[in-house]
């Protein structure tokens, strides 16, 4: 493979003008006539959607023809549980982005859709419920011939569903995705929608099976992956060393998964703990991003940080937001949840206008075609809101980073006295704290009992 072909992207853009898609054609078996016939593969990716790969099957013996469209989606670190309480025919229409590997269910009639079995899907409230309505009348012809009695408790629940859809009673909708790549709308958007809440979990062993990830294999990833460290790192090494010296492995690129190559550095916070920074740039794409990683693990203890902004040199604090750390500023009733904009290093002025990247660059639901005429509206004057913060016209408000982890971090240009307008909080995580940090299923004592 060429230094260029080693440089394109794995996923690539379809486009009118493209006449060289890269197509790849496999000698298959042909389950119609047994002979032996031709599937050809395009991994492309949709515009502010996902990566798909699409597949067709043409047999030369039979005729027989079949095509088929899978996701090649990044399975995401964490699964993601979200609910949504739908009281209004307004809730029906929000959109729902549903992976294959989501599980739908209404509590409140004991309906469940499990997950594979329908295909990942861009819809709403109202068309998920459309289509299991659809899916359950399709057999009842042959239902009522065959077996009567099954053909009317399904009839009955049929209209259980119609009456759901009407919107007469309120009901709940859950989305259980292991894989992490579920959406449903926030109506209120960009504020908090009371009706909407989103948690991320650790997924299980039977989750991560379901994903395609084995355990087994991620012990192997993860041995290969400690010779590659080992070896790049060298004998004799120590933390003072390890300190001064940049590290660089290979990964794949999070926009294009084309191959590139990552830095990493330990780096001291004065008044603070050690970090982990890693920094990635792409040379197929352009893409770069920048992460941080604690080095001290997870503290006893949450912490909270409140900042009052009096002065434009605020926007110039030091900040560190780990991946665990939700943000949030109460004078524009807005909250971004933990994991949504990664761990970052940069300056309380960077964050602010990370975060107004991703609501308005990278959200095409928000800001797209498919945006309604009042959110479209609300958009815009919060951005006119946050971007008065980020230059300095707006002050008084407060900046509130809650990591329950512990390990965020936003700089005291006092220290080390008292900043008079931070205030910093230390509290104990509750039972939902530590479930979603993963921590209720560590075994720290007797666990090599079970191996």
């Known amino acids: 493979m060429s230094a260029e072909e080693h440089k394109k992207p794995v996923f690539r853009e379809l486009q009118a003008d493209d006449n060289d898609p890269e197509i790849t054609e496999i000698s298959s078996l042909c389950f119609n006539c047994g002979k032996d016939g031709m599937t050809k593969l395009l991994l492309t990716k949709i515009p502010f959607y996902k990566e798909i790969i699409l597949m067709s099957f043409e047999c030369d013996h039979c005729g027989c023809k079949n095509n088929e469209v899978q996701s090649g989606e990044k399975i ?28 739908v269910k209404i509590p409140e009639i004991e309906f469940e859709v499990p997950p594979q079995s329908k295909r990942g899907e861009i819809t709403n409230i109202e068309g998920i419920l459309s289509r299991c309505i659809a899916g359950l009348e399709q057999d009842q012809p042959v239902r009522k011939a065959l077996d009567p009695e099954s053909a009317e408790k399904i009839e009955a629940f049929i209209q259980v569903l119609i ?123 352009g893409h770069r991003t920048n992460e941080v990683k604690s080095g001290s693990g997870i503290n006893e203890k949450g912490v909270k940080i409140t900042l009052r902004i009096t002065d434009p040199i605020d926007l110039s604090r030091d900040v560190l937001k780990s991946e665990t750390c939700s943000l949030s500023i109460p004078e524009l009733d807005f909250e ?94 509750t039972f939902e704290h530590n479930e979603e940090l993963g921590l209720n299923d560590m075994k720290l004592e007797d666990y090599e009992e079970n191996e």
């Open 76 to 103: 995401q670190e964490k699964g993601v549980l979200i609910r949504v309480s739908v009281t209004s025919p307004i809730d029906l229409n929000r959109q729902v982005i549903k992976s294959d590997y989501a599980t």
């Open 336 to 429: 971004v949840g933990a994991g949504t904009l990664g761990g970052k290093f940069t300056t309380l002025e960077g964050l602010l206008v990370a975060m107004k990247d991703q609501l308005t660059g990278q959200n095409p639901l928000m800001c797209g075609d498919s945006a309604t005429l009042a959110l479209k509206e609300r958009m815009q004057e919060f951005n006119e809101k946050l971007e008065n913060i980020i230059s300095g016209k707006t002050f008084g408000c407060r900046i509130v980073l809650d990591d329950p982890a512990g390990n965020s971090y936003l700089q005291n240009v006092y220290a080390p006295e008292a900043d008079p307008e931070m205030e910093i909080v230390y509290y104990q995580r």
């Open 163 to 285: 009456d759901t859809k009407k919107c007469e009673k309120p009901f709940t909708l859950i989305i259980d995705d292991p894989s992490g790549n579920s959406f449903v709308e926030n109506l209120n958007a960009p504020h908090v929608d009371p009706a909407l809440t989103i948690t991320h979990f650790e997924r299980n062993k039977e989750q991560n099976h379901l994903v395609g990830i084995y355990e087994e294999e991620l012990k192997e990833i993860k041995e290969e992956e400690e010779g590659e460290t080992d070896a790049a790192l060298g004998d004799n090494v120590t933390p003072d060393t390890l300190a001064d010296e940049v590290l660089h492995f290979g990964t794949n690129c999070p926009s294009c998964n084309a191959p590139c190559e990552t830095n990493m550095k330990l780096t001291n916070i004065p008044f603070f703990k050690e970090v982990i920074i890693m920094a990635t740039n792409c040379e197929a794409c």
